[in-house]
């Protein structure tokens, strides 16, 4: 048995609990309060076993089976408490008939005990311990999340969440299994990969029920919370909320992306989406696909109490809409508050580019619900090339008030908003982004340009250039108006909060930990 087991080359010791850094499933944007008592919300949130292995029946068509046994066992075993040694031991010797089928069922199983559905909303006032409320709809089932939660809002009575279209699945967790087989990776991508949900799940919890949380570091007394649930259609993974909620009314701008895969990337193994279908350039691999229609902005108000969607608007503009990923906006008064409504808000949208239209993506969204442009018609654009732009939306009137659009092979990323003046002004400001272009005699060349807040389409003010500057693909940006030394008090001992998971590892994982973890928080 044991030359099978070594056939299988299924990893023997693998044990979720001695993890140095286990798998928590979070929202990348964090929403703060600074009002009052000037708290912290996130999100703590855990997908069904079902959800995650969804895709397994397929993988009796693989014909490499162990290989890609042994990357979903490691890459899921980060999601669960369960030491999995004695149980995919038993599951091996306990074998007759089809071990592929034993072990599948095995996992299955497992994962099925360990990873439910759960939902909470965390709160932290930055002093003490973390505060969680279970979050339940309003028949008492718990919240499920079927994809991710990239981001939240607060506004003065509400949390709002939102089920956004990156998906989390096996094929982002599980890290290419076959690295010499091209055409079985292709076929497993195909075979695990599904497009993200067209419509947007929207949550909303009122902030009078968080009171006397779950706090999971001293008690297991679980709190339960209703949340309201809207679906607005158009999938999103970027949005933010005004903070006033007039008569318990919510104001939402969002941003979809419309017919795009985020989460997915290109490979060795893409081409083209036109004829004569080339594969992509060498240097695009590991670079997002484009979007597939055109990207709409949307202002929604939605009633709190009862999450009846009262009014919706969306737009959407040739040159400007294509794939509007990052913003930047006035998010804090010169007081320290943040403003009651969003008067203006600048967005950055990625464009449409030729060599990133590949026939995977286009495949994928053959029959997108909510198609507004043709996709042939998409795949003609792409040909040509649409430029990045950054513009300023007006939400009240949901009008494109200020623009620039990029020369083409110019890409733009991570705005920020720097405000001048007495700061109370949403234009009154510098746009600050990064630029990323292939220079004819430098080469590719990443530069920082900066824009008068107030006048976009006079083109950048100044551009920053240096040739160590090296940023490749940049994402969200902060600006701080001084720095200063850290006052809080609040610290965890990293080395005391790790040692005990450390222990437990081999030689090179401790040492790694001693000697390039621990010096940096002493
Ligand atoms: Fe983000």
């Known amino acids: 048995m044991a ?42 949130y855990g997908r069904s076993a079902a959800s995650f292995i969804e895709g397994i029946q397929w993988v009796y068509e693989i014909e490499e089976i162990p290989p890609l046994i042994e990357e979903i066992l490691v890459a899921l075993t980060g999601f669960c408490q369960t030491d999995l040694i004695k149980d995919i031991s038993r599951a091996v010797f306990g074998f007759s008939r089809d071990i592929v089928e034993n072990l599948m069922s095995c996992i299955g199983s497992i994962f099925g005990k360990e990873l439910e559905d759960f939902t909470y909303v965390v709160c932290w006032d930055g002093v003490g311990e973390l505060e969680r409320w279970k979050l339940v709809l309003p028949d008492g089932r718990p919240v499920k999340i079927e994809q991710t939660i990239h981001q939240i809002g607060v506004t003065k009575d509400y949390v709002v969440l939102m089920d956004t279209a990156f998906i989390m699945g096996l094929e982002q967790v599980i890290n290419n299994p076959f690295p010499k087989n091209q055409k079985l990776e292709q076929h ?104 597939t229609d055109i990207g709409r902005m949307g202002r929604y108000i939605i009633h709190g109490e009862t999450g009846q969607l009262i009014e919706s608007q969306v737009i959407s503009d040739i040159n400007a809409t294509w794939a509007v990923d990052l913003y930047a906006y006035l998010d804090r008064l010169p007081t320290g508050l943040t403003p009651g409504k969003l008067e203006n808000v600048y967005w950055s949208s990625f464009g449409l580019w030729r060599d990133l239209m590949t026939k995977y993506i286009v495949d994928l969204y ?60 949403s234009t009154n400001g510098y746009i600050v982004c990064a630029v990323c272009f292939e220079d004819k005699k430098l080469g590719p060349t990443n530069q920082i340009w900066i824009f008068n807040g107030n006048k976009l389409s006079d083109g950048p003010l100044c551009k920053l250039h240096n040739s160590k500057l090296k940023f490749g693909f940049t994402l969200h940006t902060a600006w701080l108006r001084q720095i200063s030394e850290r006052q809080a008090s609040y610290k965890i001992p990293v080395e005391q909060d790790y040692q005990e998971l450390v222990d437990q590892n081999n030689p090179e994982i401790r040492k790694l930990f001693k000697d390039e973890v621990y010096p940096h928080f002493h």
């Open 366 to 425: 053959d029959d997108y619900k909510y198609r507004l442009i043709p996709l042939s018609e998409v795949i003609r654009l792409a040909q040509k090339g649409k430029p990045a732009c950054l513009f300023r939306l007006h939400p009240k009137s949901m009008v494109i008030a200020d623009r620039y659009e990029f020369p083409c092979g110019y890409m733009t990323l991570s705005s920020q908003f720097i405000p001048r003046g007495d700061g109370e002004s």
């Open 3 to 44: 030359g099978e087991l070594d056939q299988l080359k299924i990893p023997i010791i693998i044990n979720a609990n001695k993890f140095p850094c286990k798998s928590i499933l979070s929202t990348a944007h964090p929403a703060f309060d600074y009002s009052g008592e000037g708290k912290m919300f996130t999100v703590n």
């Open 188 to 291: 497993l991508r195909k075979l695990l990969e599904r497009p993200p949900l067209p419509d947007s799940n929207i949550y909303i919890v009122r902030r009078a029920d968080l009171k006397a949380g779950q706090r999971p570091a001293s008690s297991n007394k679980e709190v339960e919370v209703v949340a309201q649930k809207v679906v607005i259609p158009l999938e999103a993974a970027h949005f933010l909320v005004d903070y006033d909620n007039p008569n318990g009314n919510i104001t939402l701008h969002v941003a979809h992306l419309c017919g795009m895969q985020v989460a997915e990337w290109l490979r060795k193994y893409d081409i083209s989406a036109s004829q004569p279908h080339k594969p992509v350039p060498d240097y695009l691999h590991g670079m997002e696909h484009d979007e």
